[in-house]
């Protein structure tokens, strides 16, 4: 069963696209995993934030990259938000920006 990978929308896209080439090539990677395998891949590529919302966890040799993403039927994911992480815990902007938009997509008011 194959996923496909959408993009929140062409900022997102941009941002994810934008990471540092060593972070963007394991997060390629893991994308990869994910169109052939599905989300529930699990550490150290995946892991659950709750409530739906999913985090892709790719390092490189710049640092961390994280994605947030949600599924939605058909079997798409879809990248909501991305970010270098800078600190040990993930900001709550962040995830609140994330979760916001899952809940725009979930309720159908994507933009």
């Known amino acids: ?7 929140y929308n ?3 896209e941009k941002q994810t696209l934008s990471f540092p080439s060593g972070i963007l090539a ?3 990677h893991i994308l990869e995993l994910i169109e052939e395998l599905g989300p529930n891949i699990g550490k ?12 892709i966890r790719a390092k490189g040799n710049e640092g961390i990259g994280r994605s ?7 079997n798409e994911i879809v990248i909501l938000h991305s970010i270098i992480k800078k600190t040990q815990k ?13 809940k725009e997509l979930k309720g159908g008011n994507k933009k």
């Open 44 to 55: 150290p590529h995946t892991a659950p934030m709750g409530k739906g919302l999913f985090e």
């Open 90 to 102: 993930t900001p709550k902007k962040d995830l609140d920006l994330a979760t916001k938009r899952m």
């Open 1 to 7: 069963m194959n996923w496909t990978i959408t993009f």
């Open 68 to 74: 947030f993403f949600c599924t939605i039927q058909n």
């Open 10 to 12: 062409k900022k997102v």
């Open 26 to 28: 394991n997060l390629t």
